[in-house]
């Protein structure tokens, strides 16, 4: 994880989220709804996991912003998350060995739905929310350390900045455990089948 970051990296976070989203289309509905094994989650279940984790984190960026209001820069705009919260954010990082264990609000419903495209254009929307947030933040000059909001997830307070590398880490996380999966069922790396 870097130590600052400018609006533009936050938003490029997002963009390259978006791009591997975008590798998971072309592959078939049986596959991208099939579970590796029955205590692992399908990549369609892992894409509708990311949708309501993305969600329940755009809210409480929204509630934030209503607490705390329009905050402007004092200083420059870049951007870093305070000590605890680039542990626990790092603590998440791929790949991985320690698995979490998924709160109900979370888990994914999806099972073996062929779906996916539905829940993909999902995702990219929240992506896409993400940032546009970022760049309304930066017409505006917002700081985004400043502006807190109350986690009611992990029951702590977190900056605006936190919450984006929170979700960008999170998702980062799971892209690399669906394209595990996607190796496990097919040999294959996500939007490989393009031509």
Do not use: C
């Amino acid at each position: 994880m870097k130590k600052e970051y400018s609006y533009r990296e936050l938003i490029e976070l997002f963009e390259k989220s978006i791009e591997r989203i975008n590798g998971f289309e072309s592959e078939p509905d049986d596959l991208i709804s099939l579970k590796p094994d029955q205590k692992s989650w399908s990549i369609v279940e892992i894409m509708e996991h990311l949708v309501k984790f993305n969600k329940i984190y755009l809210q409480f960026t929204d509630r934030a912003f209503q607490k705390t209001g329009s905050l402007p820069t004092t200083k420059r705009d870049a951007f870093s998350p305070r000590f605890l919260a680039k542990y626990f954010i790092g603590f998440i990082e791929p790949p991985y060995k320690l698995k979490i264990r998924t709160l109900s609000p979370m888990r994914p419903e999806n099972s073996g739905l062929n779906n996916h495209q539905t829940v993909i254009n999902e995702l990219k929307e929240t992506n896409q929310r993400v940032i546009q947030l970022i760049t309304d933040a930066e017409e505006q000059k917002l700081d985004l350390n400043r502006i807190k909001g109350k986690n009611s997830v992990f029951k702590f307070s977190m900056t605006l900045s936190e919450f984006l590398l929170m979700i960008d880490t999170h998702q980062r996380r799971h892209f690399w455990q669906a394209e595990q999966t996607l190796q496990k069922l097919s040999g294959k790396s996500p939007g490989s089948s393009k031509k």
